[in-house]
């Protein structure tokens, strides 16, 4: 796996973060590691309930020391601290599966849907299976953090119930994330992504890790959040003392 000494950003890719919204591909490890974590998930994670009592998907870094292991590794974290201070906290994950034939996710900004005041927050979103065009990689527009968009009623086949409009983006601008398993790429809260439908026949899995600093207040109780919710401080200290933690699981 990608080693802590190989995570450092240079000033430009920080300016780059700020006038782009996104940074990547990086990789965490390699497509064969994946391959070997991506039998575990199947096998040891996703079969089990986990703390959401909603969906076996969500915030599984906090029973699964695998994933917690993954969303908090040096390639994220050293490269988070360089972005946004030593400080940090993971307050969610997500694995985001499409199987074949899944359907489209609307242009969105994340901010849009999450229980966090101010909307400050840094997502890895990582490949634990090959993404491709045709299985439904991400796609993002660079720049599209800089506006606030205002989001509607999705429409009908959409995978979100609420949807960017577009007016005055141009969506030939988005860059398409294509991902071998143990690569990722960050954005930020603001930053317009969607996926296409899933066309191949191939399932497309990557795994959310969603990341923000001590004085950001997380409202834990309410969705997508879940009663008994904890964060976890996963970098330097918390100095203000607003939100609910717990220890990683153990290994």
């Not at 990341?211 to 834990?220: A, E």
């Amino acid at each position: 796996m990608t080693t802590a000494a190989a995570c450092t950003l240079s000033k430009q890719d920080v300016l780059r973060f700020h006038e782009e919204g996104y940074l990547g591909p990086y990789a965490l490890c390699t497509p064969a590691e994946m391959a070997a974590f991506r039998e575990r998930i199947e096998r040891e994670v996703l079969t089990k309930d986990g703390p959401n009592p909603r969906s076996r998907e969500h915030c599984r870094h906090l029973d699964c020391r695998l994933i917690y292991d993954l969303v908090t590794h040096p390639a994220i974290i050293e490269r988070m601290t360089a972005l946004f201070g030593p400080d940090i906290v993971i307050w969610s994950s997500n694995f985001w599966t499409k199987q074949p034939g899944g359907g489209e996710i609307p242009w969105h900004q994340d901010f849009n849907y999450w229980p966090l005041n101010p909307h400050l927050n840094l997502s890895a979103w990582m490949a634990i299976d090959a993404c491709t065009e045709e299985n439904s990689c991400v796609r993002i527009i660079p720049g599209s953090h800089k506006k606030i968009l205002q989001h509607v009623k999705a429409t009908e086949g959409m995978a979100f119930s609420e949807m960017a409009q577009m007016q005055g983006i141009d969506v030939n601008k988005a860059v398409r994330m294509v991902l071998q398993p143990g690569e990722f790429f960050f954005f930020n809260e603001r930053t317009l992504h969607q996926s296409n439908k899933n066309v191949s026949n191939k399932r497309r899995m990557g795994l959310a890790a969603r990341l923000t600093l001590p004085f950001v207040k997380l409202n834990q109780e309410g969705p997508p959040l879940f009663p008994g919710h904890n964060a976890i401080l996963v970098h330097g200290e918390d100095r203000f003392g607003i939100n609910r933690y717990q220890d990683p699981p153990v290994a």
